[in-house]
């Protein structure tokens, strides 16, 4: 399958290894920030095969996760009430709000439904005008132009019983924050390609600048990954810090115009609350006045919810990268996807998530590191290359 398997094999992945292993020369820590990144690191290894030298950190990328618990409890409210019709992606069901999840509120008599576009949530509107049908709109800079163009539809069509519970959030200003955090220990981000392929990366330079660390756009793959690893690890051993574009297949530095300018005509920048972070500023998006009458929270007059993440949830460490999953007490004990304690475990780009279904039989300690990797053109096969044979890419 084209920019599938060739971005899945196992000699390339050894010959970046080895470059890899022939470049550190100390310790550095990475981030990622893409949940899809995440999973494919865990599910291929690939931070097991890197040289001991190379931490990778699981950043805020999942955007199940970052939806913050106050935001849960106004969909639960909202969907609990009569005459609504709750239309969600499916992942959102199992999300665990203030004692209960979508999915009990369905079982309760709520009207909860499973929907694969925002514009199936808008058609249901228009075939159900007495009943009022309410779309949760959350993720990143990907999910957010469907959803904008959607509203315009509405607003478009005078479709007036159909509107949108906003919980989008952007990526540069939480790089920023996490940068900016006393507690932070990365030295070089891997920036998610699907991002960058929406909004491209005007805003990355400044961020590389303002806090002296690389960032690579990167795609999903195993050798995506490694191929972002590789340049960023360059530019750390060369004191470099900018922004370099791997992932150009799909990433131009302009991004997608069009959707730029929906964006721009049916949001507005605002601060947003992540789950476990906190409130970002300007990291996130709600209805422009123009389209204010849309907006659930409004419509349904929930802006005054407020929550406390339980205590024994340590997801907002995990999400800042100060915890890997399988070093919280409660992974795959009192936490598992069956009852989850946070997102990080339901979501399917969850990093808990990752771990239990990849790793939980480590848990309590994180897996085996290999060894340096011998130099290329040493002629003996490295640890870290030798130790392939055992993983997925193999």
Known sequence: MKYIDEFQNPDLARRLLDEISATVTRPWALMEVCGG????????????????EIELIHGPGCPVCVTPLEMID?????????????????????????????????????????????????RIAEQNPDREVVFFGIGFE??????????????KRNIRNFSLLVSHVR???????????????VQGFLAAGHVCSVMGTAEYPDLAQRHQVPIVVTGFEPLDILEGVRRTLLQLERG??????????AVTAEGNPAAQAMLSDVFEITDRAWRGIGVIPDSGWRLSDRYRDHD????????????????????????????????CEAFGTTCTP?????????????ACAAYYLYRRLDAGTPGPRPAVAARVGSGTPSPATASLEGSPLA
Do not use: W
């Open 142 to 155: 990907t999910t957010a132009p469907p959803n904008a163009m959607t509203v315009h539809q509405a607003r």
């Open 74 to 122: 106004k969909a639960l409210e909202i969907a609990s009430r009569p005459g609504v019709i709750f239309c969600s992606f499916g992942d959102m069901l199992r999300v665990p709000g203030t004692g209960r999840d979508l999915f009990q509120v369905r079982g309760q008599g709520g009207d909860v439904r499973v929907v694969y576009s925002p514009l199936d949530a808008l």
């Open 240 to 249: 470099e810090h900018t922004v370099e574009n791997a992932y150009q297949r």
């Open 338 to 350: 069956r009852s989850p304690l946070g997102a990080t475990m339901v979501s399917s780009e969850g």
């Open 296 to 327: 659930a929270e409004h419509r349904f007059s929930v802006e005054g919810i407020v929550t406390r993440e339980p205590a024994e949830c340590r997801s907002g460490e995990v999400l800042q990268g100060l915890l890997k999953p399988n070093e």
């Open 37 to 52: 990144q995440t999973h494919s690191i865990i599910r291929h290894g690939i931070d097991q095969l890197l040289p001991s």
């Open 171 to 185: 990526v540069p200003p939480a790089i920023d924050a996490i940068m900016r955090s006393p507690d932070c220990r």
